[in-house]
T-cell receptor, first 117, second 117 residues
């Protein structure tokens, strides 16, 4: 079974600075998807960024980018120019690329990001 | 926009009561999921459904059951609520991976915070 580990329960960053959230995962599969989800306080969880394992290029979405290290099984999220609205719980998640893999996401324990003005 | 709604944001029930949590999605998604979110544990899958009347157990199905009579609606049932089921419950939906491919994403509802006393 796959596992996802987020080793930083809490992080803080100064507004306008850059912060990196860590995620490692364990799998024996070669093809899979990785995700970062954001859960703002009292609001719905939304997808921030996704990465397909067969793609070597790191995904980017505006101020959000990932550092995907397949051999190291590492998938960190970098937030540039942090804004107050970035304060949230961030979850790393894994999904097998197999169609019959149960359609499930495996989540890490989450990292609470605080942004200081 | 995809919309996933849950019947209640907050719910307080007594030990032994039968509890129904309802989830509705409006995007004609095949897959629907129920997760439980607890601090430090991230999200854990309780059950998922890939079609009407079809269901599969997730990681923590004990004490729960589900019902999917219509494609847009997925219900989570606590047959006899216990205090250790006090938690945040999140519903999600998605297309089949085979249809979504590289754009695979699970869409989440706002969550139901259940307290069992």
């Amino acid at each position: 079974a796959q596992t996802v580990t987020q080793s930083q329960p809490e992080m803080s960053v100064q507004e306008a600075e850059t912060v990196t959230l860590s995620c490692t995962y364990d799998t024996s599969e070669s093809d899979y998807y990785l995700f970062w989800y954001k859960q703002p306080p009292s609001r719905q969880m939304i997808l921030v960024i996704r990465q397909e394992a067969y793609k070597q290029q790191n995904a980017t979405e505006n101020r959000f980018s990932v550092n995907f290290q397949k051999a190291a099984k590492s998938f960190s999220l970098k937030i540039s120019d942090s804004q107050l609205g970035d304060a949230a719980m961030y979850f790393c998640a894994y999904r097998s690329a197999l169609n019959n893999a149960g359609n499930m996401l495996t989540f890490g324990g989450g990292t609470r990001l605080m942004v200081k003005p | 926009d995809v919309k996933v709604t849950q019947s209640s944001r907050y719910l307080v029930k007594r030990t032994g009561e039968k509890v129904f949590l309802e989830c509705v999605q409006d995007m004609d998604h095949e897959n629907m999921f129920w997760y439980r979110q607890d601090p430090g544990l991230g999200l854990r899958l309780i059950y998922f459904s890939y079609d009407v009347k079809m269901k599969e157990k997730g990681d923590i199905p004990e004490g729960y059951s589900v019902s999917r009579e219509k494609k847009e609606r997925f219900s989570l049932i606590l047959e006899s609520a216990s205090t250790n089921q006090t938690s945040m419950y999140l519903c999600a939906s998605s297309l089949f991976l085979g249809l979504a491919g590289g754009n695979y994403e699970q869409y989440f509802g706002p969550g139901t915070r259940l307290t069992v006393t």
